[in-house]
């Protein structure tokens, strides 16, 4: 097997048919250039669907993986972990932040950003306050609770049934959202600028009537910056430009640079409703 041609066809024949990938088979790169076996070079302008924020192979990056795989490649929960810990100090210095929850990528980010404010709104005002509001045309990942709360039906279909508690109104429509917030509404999530509903910005008034909501109805405001954070709206994360700041906040894609990291950001507020084995993950 390990002289088997590698091509198109090989993928037909030993992958699980849920993508389609092209015809061409990238060897190495760098910056934003890739080229293939037959030494082809193209511009990458996909960028790993918004995760390449630094290139291929990019010097810095390569050594601190390199530097890091050397002393130390797993830890998981169980112990304390220096690198992660720097990290979070990172985030919290230059962020809303005041506790942070690491994962593997941006759906786990939002799913522990949709748990924490179930749960938040559940140890504080009880088990019916737990309606989430998100937008039509969202998407915030491929897991159950991710897909439900993305607007995208040709998601869900033929997962049903999704968890429930979770309704969609048109993106930047205030007079929508006002009509569907209520008591019993513990989150409202959006993403700044909505990427695959069409690279739709929110607008600034928008965002701060949400925001304004929010706050009348004791709901969480989440924000989903897996796509628009780490710089790529000119500012750290899209929210800093908006002049709101939410709750919770999902961030990954560009934070690894192309290692599969993701991150939950959240306030001395909230953080305590995930109190010691609510949540988890095995590389966390």
């Known amino acids: 097997m390990s002289h088997t041609l590698v091509n198109r066809a090989l993928f037909d024949e030993v ?8 015809n061409i088979i990238p060897v190495r790169g760098e910056g934003a250039r890739m080229w293939d076996r037959e030494g082809k070079e193209y511009v990458d302008f996909a960028g790993g669907i918004a995760v390449s924020a630094l290139g291929h192979c990019h010097p810095a ?3 601190a993986l390199t530097d890091q795989a050397s002393k130390l490649w797993h830890l998981s929960n169980t112990m304390t972990n220096e690198p992660a810990l720097r990290l979070a100090q990172k985030f919290i210095e230059h962020t809303f932040a005041d506790k942070v929850f690491f994962c593997n990528s941006g759906a786990e980010a939002n799913e522990a950003a949709f748990k924490l404010a179930r749960k938040y709104a559940y140890d504080h005002f009880g088990p019916e306050k737990n309606e989430i509001i998100a937008f039509h ?5 491929r897991t159950l ?10 998601y869900r279909e033929g997962f049903e049934p999704v968890p429930g508690g979770i309704s969609h109104v048109p993106y930047n429509d205030i007079d929508a959202l006002r009509a569907a917030i209520s008591e019993k509404t513990c989150a409202v999530v959006m993403e700044p600028i909505q990427g695959e509903g069409g690279v739709i910005p929110a607008d600034p008034a928008f965002v701060k009537a949400v925001r304004e909501l929010c706050d009348e109805h004791n709901a969480l405001l989440v924000f989903d910056e897996v796509q628009t954070g780490m710089g790529r709206t000119g500012e750290l994360y899209a929210y800093m430009g908006l002049g709101v700041t939410p709750d919770i906040l999902s961030t990954a894609k560009a934070m690894g640079g192309g290692f599969p ?5 959240t306030t001395d507020k909230v953080a305590p409703s995930f109190c010691f084995g609510t949540h988890g993950s095995t590389y966390g």
Request: glycine share 12%; charged share 5%; hydrophobic share 50%.
């Open 137 to 141: 045309q969202a998407f915030h990942g």
């Open 15 to 22: 992958m699980v048919p849920n993508y389609n990938p092209a």
């Open 145 to 154: 609770f991710t897909v439900a709360v993305g607007g995208q039906a040709k």
């Open 261 to 265: 990291i993701g991150a939950m950001l």
């Open 61 to 63: 990056l390569v050594k």
